[in-house]
């Protein structure tokens, strides 16, 4: 069992940057893939970014040099930097971690960039 909580987000003009956290408490976090997600009003929710175990990272091209992901292992923490904001990122953010029939979620971030 993870219980997964994220921090970061906030209002941020167009052009500015956004550091979110998640922070997982439980066993085994190393065998995890972790993942971003977002949720825009009325759309489906998207991945945004994923990093397996052994460091692989996927992107949505629409995100690719502008969002990267990270993880620590020791302190059980992933990250997503987002630079160059733009108002179409505009979204509550999700952590997720998937191994096997394992799939947990947080509670999510919003994140809106707006001047």
């Known amino acids: 069992q993870l219980q997964l909580v994220e921090s970061g987000g906030g209002l941020v003009q167009p052009g500015g940057s956004l550091r979110l956290s998640c922070a997982a408490s439980?066993?085994?976090?190393?065998?995890?893939?972790w993942g971003w997600y977002r949720q825009a009003p009325g759309e489906q929710r998207d991945l945004v970014a994923a990093?397996?175990?052994?460091?692989?990272?996927n992107s949505a091209d629409s995100v690719k040099g502008r969002f990267t992901i990270s993880r620590d292992n020791v302190k059980q923490m992933v990250y997503l930097q987002m630079n160059n904001l733009k108002p179409e990122d505009t979204a509550v953010y999700y952590c997720?971690?998937?191994?096997?029939?394992?799939?947990?979620w947080g509670q999510g971030t919003q994140v809106t960039v707006s001047s």
């Open positions: 990093i397996t175990r052994d460091g692989t990272i």
């Open positions: 439980g066993d085994n976090f190393i065998i995890y893939t």
């Open positions: 997720n971690a998937a191994y096997g029939p394992y799939d947990y």
